[in-house]
């Protein structure tokens, strides 16, 4: 089993940035990748960003604006986000798989409890 915990949510205003971090513990895989995916209220969840050990990959409505990094010592991913907008209001879920087409497509067995972001106008 693979446990993972998101911290690092809130509340911002428009224009402002937050950095959200996922801890992995339990079972590690060989090699893996990191990701996180968001759901606002009434919409599906949608994929944001991940990354692996040696590529990234991002939605495009958030290119230019959130960087995903990971700290392989600490297991650990992370998510800047800077420009924030009313629109990435959700609650952001972080996910692990043994490659990234896996954690992209969201097509994993582990996730996070999810952190709540909340952008205000």
């Known amino acids: 089993q693979v446990q993972l915990v998101e911290s690092g949510g809130g509340l911002v205003q428009a224009g402002g940035s937050l950095r959200l971090s996922c801890a992995a513990s339990?079972?590690?895989?060989?090699?893996?990748?990191m990701g996180w995916f968001r759901q606002a209220p009434g919409k599906e969840r949608e994929f944001v960003a991940a990354?692996?050990?040696?590529?990234?990959a991002y939605a495009d409505s958030v290119k230019g604006r959130f960087t995903v990094s990971g700290d392989n010592a600490k297991n650990t991913v992370y998510l800047q986000m800077n420009s924030l907008k009313p629109e990435d209001t959700a609650v952001y879920y972080c996910?692990?798989?043994?490659?990234?087409?896996?954690?992209?497509?969201?097509?994993?067995?582990?996730w996070g409890q999810g952190t709540q972001v909340t952008v205000s106008s």
């Open positions: 339990g079972r590690t895989f060989s090699s893996y990748a």
């Open positions: 996910n692990i798989g043994a490659t990234l087409g896996a954690v992209v497509a969201g097509t994993v067995h582990y």
């Open positions: 990354v692996s050990w040696s590529s990234t």
